[in-house]
Each structure stands twice: as structure tokens, then as C-alpha cells.
């Protein structure tokens, strides 16, 4: 079952292209040309594809609703669905869809700063054709290990509306994110997207009510342990409570008791699992929801977000 009943698609594969090395873009559709749920920039879609649950950032254009498009990297180091999708996966066939779902939404800001490493730029460059739309100043610093590695290099070129720099690792080094950020004013934002040691250095350099990140792997977060007690879990929907006991997760615990939930990552990082509360205070451990969907606890992920309450009651 999925936790919030968000829109279950099947599509269909109408083209494959190849976007830069490594790097595949595919357009799908429904499979009866009606028209797709509408969707924002930073918004991506759960897939099926090799048996795994994957997400993958929208990167089409949001007034076009017969046709999502999605970048995806051949990550050999992934777990598979990558892989998948570059040698198996081809046009005439269907997937499997949930979404679109959206925690990398496009604030309105009077001005942007879009920095994107590698696949990353796949919800960036819907946000930099919004901005563009909207008249909105920005700039976006793209990098890559090569420029041959760099997808959609030919899109973000046509922009109009801002300032994008493309920043090859081999012939530039890393990118200059203290020029890049340097006199941010009070009324920009910061949108960043890429591999955790970007981010970590963006996060170093950035206020923090000014920066929106999306992570593709949860960073390392050290924990003491004394916080790990056991806790009751009611599942209101199913009718069944469960334990939830030290070094087990919500997520393990529901399995474990029978409860079939829609989860991909694991690691509180995807918002598969975000599952709604229906009583009782998480203690959040994900990297989904911001600061203030943390406090108003209406959802939480139960792949590792605990209990800061005496239990919980879930809408499972």
C-alpha cells in the first residue's frame, strides 16, 4: 500500500535518448495519450524498474502534462535500477509509476543560485526553464568529471534568463562554490543538487533558511545509541500495533508484522516511505522534510525517523 495514496500510473516508454555519457533521458507517456498528473519543478516520480523502487527527477517542461521526462545515469556502484534501465528498459515497453511527489519545490525568490554536480542537474534544469519563464535573474554553475559526462548541456545553453557556467572537473578542478555563493543577498535562494561532498561544502558556505538541497545518499550522521529505546506503534488502518525496538526501524517493524509498505531508499532520503501521523510526535531522522514539516508532524519516514512521543499511530 502507499502510506499517502498519491497517484498510481502505469506509462509507457515512447523514446530513449542518449543525453552524454553514462546518461540516458526517457520520455514516457500514458499509454492511452490522457493526459498526466500535473507536476513542479523539483518533482520527481517513484519507478519499477528491475523489481527496484527508484526516483527520478522531472526534468521536461511542467506545461507539457502528455509527457514526463527523466535523466537517468548507468551507476554501476547503484543497486541496480540504473542498470536496468540502460540495458534493459526500452521504448514500447511500461513501467510502473507513483507521484509525482515534490520536496524539492521552487520557492519564489527574487533571484536564484542553481548549482548542480553531474545527474543532479536533472531538477535544476526544470527550475532554471521556470525561473527563465518567470523573469527571474539567476545563476546556474553546472559541474561535471568531463564535459562529454555533462547531459543537457545543449538545453541550458538556449536559457535566456540567466547566467549559466558550465565547470568540466578535468580542465577547471572544483567548482568555486565561495565565488559562486559569495554576497548572497537577504532575497536569494540557493538550489543544489548533486553528490553528498557538494552538498556538504554548499551547506558549509550557505545560511541555511536560503539553501534547498536534494540528496542522491544519505550522509553520515553519528548517533549515541541512548536515544534508541523501544516504542509502540499503532497502525490504524490495519488494525495492528507493533513494537518498534531498539536498532529496528518503524519500516522493519510494520514489514515484520505483515503490513505491505512502498519503500525504495532505506536511508531517509527518497520520501517512499513518508507515511502520515496520526497521533504522537516523531523524532525525525530523514532528509526529505524541511524544518517545518519536521515541526508540524504530519508525515514522517518510517525508515528512520524514530518516536519522541510515548507512541505513534500511523495511517497504515
Known amino acids: 500500500m502507499d502510506a499517502l495514496d498519491e497517484p498510481r500510473l502505469e506509462l509507457l516508454v515512447r523514446r530513449m535518448t542518449w543525453e552524454a555519457d553514462g546518461v540516458l533521458s526517457l520520455d514516457l507517456v500514458h499509454p492511452d495519450g490522457k493526459p498526466l498528473p500535473a507536476w513542479e519543478p523539483g518533482a520527481h516520480v517513484d519507478l519499477e524498474v528491475g523489481g527496484q523502487i527508484r526516483q527520478y527527477s522531472l526534468c521536461g517542461d511542467p506545461h507539457d502534462l502528455g509527457t514526463y521526462r527523466i535523466g537517468v545515469l548507468d551507476e554501476p556502484s547503484s543497486r541496480g535500477g540504473s542498470r536496468y534501465v540502460h540495458t534493459q528498459l526500452r521504448p514500447g515497453q511500461r513501467v510502473a509509476a507513483v507521484g509525482p511527489r515534490n520536496h524539492f519545490a521552487l520557492a519564489d525568490a527574487a533571484r536564484y543560485v542553481f548549482v548542480a554536480g553531474g545527474i543532479g542537474i536533472t531538477p535544476i534544469l526544470a527550475m532554471a526553464r521556470a525561473a527563465d519563464r518567470r523573469g527571474t535573474p539567476y545563476t546556474l554553475v553546472h559541474g561535471g568529471r568531463t564535459r562529454a559526462s555533462m547531459a543537457f548541456g545543449a538545453e541550458l545553453a538556449r536559457l535566456t534568463g540567466g547566467e549559466v557556467v558550465f565547470h568540466p572537473q578535468d580542465e577547471l578542478g572544483h567548482i568555486d562554490l565561495a565565488s559562486a555563493l559569495a554576497g548572497l543577498a537577504p532575497d536569494t535562494l540557493v538550489y543544489c543538487c548533486g553528490p553528498e561532498p557538494l552538498l556538504a561544502a554548499v551547506e558549509a ?61 532505506r536511508d531517509g532520503i527518497c520520501g517512499t516511505c513518508e507515511t502520515r501521523v496520526l497521533e504522537g510526535s516523531p523524532d525525525h531522522r530523514d532528509f526529505v522534510l524541511s524544518a517545518a514539516e519536521h515541526a508540524a508532524d504530519a508525515t514522517m519516514m518510517i525508515c528512520v525517523s524514530r518516536c519522541a512521543s510515548a507512541r505513534l499511530v500511523l495511517d497504515l
Open 205 to 265: 558556505l550557505c545560511p541555511a533558511d536560503r539553501l534547498r538541497v536534494e540528496r542522491f545518499a544519505a550522509p553520515a550522521v553519528e548517533r549515541t545509541g541512548d536515544d534508541d529505546t523501544s516504542f509502540e506503534v499503532e497502525c490504524r488502518t490495519s488494525g495492528v500495533t507493533v513494537t518498534v525496538d531498539s536498532g529496528t526501524s518503524v519500516l522493519d517493524a510494520v514489514e515484520a508484522a505483515g503490513i505491505d509498505v512502498a519503500t525504495s531508499c
